[in-house]
């Protein structure tokens, strides 16, 4: 008897047996939060979904999951009790969200890494988590290859570099706008050469994956990023290239974006489900 064919989610790892399920609280309700929740449902995770803070408005309201709470309030988060909360919201959630998580919950994901290029900020939350006995977990976002920078850091960079190429209407509603005539584009263009944190402030929606690789490498001001238009691109690419004492490595990586949210890739969202499966898994890759 011939097997049957696979599953489209037969890529789940060993579970926990008769556990109870992790109460998550998800802070933003956007194209990136609620493709994970979806995910999440679909795979039959063992998870909760204690709560969701979003937009007060109406709308907004409507489209949080049957029977799930609506979260108002940073002060609430303590009496939720969750196991972890799951921020995909911008830059402004983190101050607004972060503080009241990492006393709140054991562990609280950050999808908002460009937040972390503010000055102070990383050690600020740092130091939040220390205090409160929580863990701040980055995920690995739009690109991949992580454990081979980070472990070729032991040894120390000499450089990195990180490009991010996207289709010119990507970059709208950011200061490339102002450079190029994202409309009307027949060539590839550079539309910004500079430093991961200068790249985080300049184009927050754009390029979170820059400070995650440079947290994992050589730092937010040793990090090399070039941001570029093309109007032959149809996915969102990276390119990662780094050397050092280990050696040299170069990772590469065609995503596609979100359905509902150009700015993002796809796989921002199923790096959010492995870190949160992560926690239910009785094997971590």
Request: charged share 20%; aromatic share 4%.
């Amino acid at each position: 008897m011939s097997s049957p064919a696979p599953s489209e989610f037969d890529n789940r790892l060993p579970r926990r047996s008769g556990s109870v399920p992790l109460r998550l609280v998800f802070i933003g309700w956007g194209a990136i939060n609620s493709r994970v929740g979806d995910l999440l449902r679909q795979r039959g995770a063992p998870i909760e979904i204690a709560a969701i803070a979003t937009i007060d408005s109406p709308e907004a309201r409507s489209r949080l999951p049957e029977g799930v709470e609506f979260l108002g309030s940073a002060d609430q988060l303590r009496a939720l009790a969750p196991d972890l909360v799951v921020e995909a919201a911008g830059r402004a959630a983190i101050l607004q969200w972060a503080p009241a998580a990492l006393a709140a919950a054991p562990a609280v994901i950050l999808a908002s890494t460009s937040a972390l290029a503010d000055d102070g900020m990383l050690a600020k939350l740092a130091e939040l988590a220390d205090r409160h006995g929580s863990r701040i977990d980055i995920p690995s976002g739009a690109i991949g290859g992580l454990d081979a920078l980070a472990s070729a850091a032991v040894l120390g960079l000499n450089d990195v570099l990180h490009q991010i190429v996207k289709p010119p209407r990507a970059w709208a509603a950011t200061p490339a706008e102002r450079l190029l005539d994202l409309d009307r584009m027949t060539e590839r263009a550079v539309l910004f050469s500079g430093t991961a944190r200068q790249a985080a402030a300049d184009y927050p929606q754009n390029a979170n994956a820059t400070v995650v690789t440079a947290l994992a490498g050589i730092g937010m001001d040793r990090t090399r990023v070039e941001l570029i238009a093309d109007p032959a691109a149809t996915m969102n690419g990276h390119r990662i290239a780094a050397s050092g004492a280990f050696g040299r490595m170069e990772i590469t990586l065609q995503n596609r974006p979100l359905a509902t949210n150009p700015k993002s890739s796809e796989l921002t969202a199923l790096s959010l489900v492995r870190l949160i499966e992560h926690r239910t898994n009785l094997l971590v890759i």
